[in-house]
C-alpha cells in the first residue's frame, strides 16, 4: 500500500503587528491580505489541515491549476 503523500505548494503565511496577512511561495512575496480579507482567512484556515490550508491559499492568490490543463493541450490552438 502506497503512503499518501501531502501536497505541499510551497505556500507560507504570516501575520504582522498591524494584523495583515503576507502570503509567501518558495520564499517570494504572493500577496497581502488586509483588514476583511485578513480576517475572513484567519477564520477559515484555523480548522483545516496542512494540505487543505494550502489548497485555500493556492485559491486566494490565483496559483492553482484549473484541471483543464490537459484538455486545454489538445486544442486545435495550442499546438505547435
Not at 24 to 52: H, P, Q
Request: zero cysteines.
Amino acid at each position: 500500500m502506497k503512503e499518501e503523500q501531502i501536497s505541499d505548494l510551497g505556500f507560507t503565511f504570516i501575520k504582522n503587528k498591524k494584523q495583515e496577512i503576507i502570503i509567501n511561495r518558495y520564499g517570494n512575496k504572493i500577496t497581502v491580505l488586509r483588514n476583511k480579507k485578513a480576517l475572513e482567512f484567519i477564520e477559515d484556515i484555523k480548522f483545516l489541515d496542512f494540505e487543505d490550508q494550502q489548497q485555500l491559499i493556492a485559491r486566494l492568490t490565483g496559483n492553482y491549476k484549473r484541471g483543464n490543463e490537459k484538455q486545454a493541450k489538445k486544442h486545435f490552438r495550442n499546438k505547435i
